[in-house]
């Protein structure tokens, strides 16, 4: 006695049996790649290391910066070394690691790339998280005679965040970061932050809370249609097959 369907049929139907077989994984593994986890997320450890002293300025892990600004603001961060020995850092990553914050980031790799008290003394660090759009900056205890607490947290929240919210001009925002940090770690008055032009429609740009979960609730909905569909259709059609070999 035979074990399987398309062994009982005759051989011209085997070919469409085992076709309706395969018909039945496919849509499967398609649809569950719908729903496979996000890309891994970036942890401290998985960024390169950067010392003290090294010439390294911006570390542009998300891809956002084009080539030429970030040559501009290397360029603006290593004279700013060279003449005042402070040293600013620029960071960008996609996607931060569970559990994780933008500011619990940035402390994390501060404290890896600057181990000691006095590495850390002259550093500058500002990190930007692209997927939540939210900043983290630290500051050494020497450079922080200079760039207090209050400008830092501009910087982070208002040179750097101003431009994104206006329509995601991350080289503007990181040209304004370099200019005004390098302003302030000179010795030089502190220009400020940009202008916020709050005329564009902030509802069209960000959702709300019930806006995000009424899509969710819609993807879970087209999910498990999706589901149903790419499992009844294919059986449906194997047993239509299987009857039609009888």
Known sequence: MNSYPCQRMPLRSVKVCWSVLVGLVLPLVLVLGLVAPPAEALAVFQMPTVAAGEATWVIDEANIISRINENKISGRLSDLAA????????????????????????????????????????????????????????????????LNDDIATSVAQETVLYPLLEGDKYNQSFLAASDRLGAVLAG??????????????????FASAEETAENRGNSTVLLVVLLVLATVIPMATYFWYAGFGN
């Open 83 to 146: 003449a005042t020995g402070n040293e600013v850092r620029l960071v960008t990553i996609h996607h931060l690691d569970y559990g994780d914050t933008v500011q619990t980031f940035t402390d994390k790799l501060f404290e890896r790339w600057y181990p000691t008290p006095e590495a850390q003394a002259d550093q500058t660090l500002l990190v930007l998280d692209e997927v939540t759009k939210t900043v983290g900056i630290r500051v050494g205890d020497r450079s922080a005679t200079l």
């Open 188 to 205: 030089k008055e502190d220009p400020g932050p940009p202008n916020f032009d709050d005329s564009f429609d902030s509802e069209s740009t």
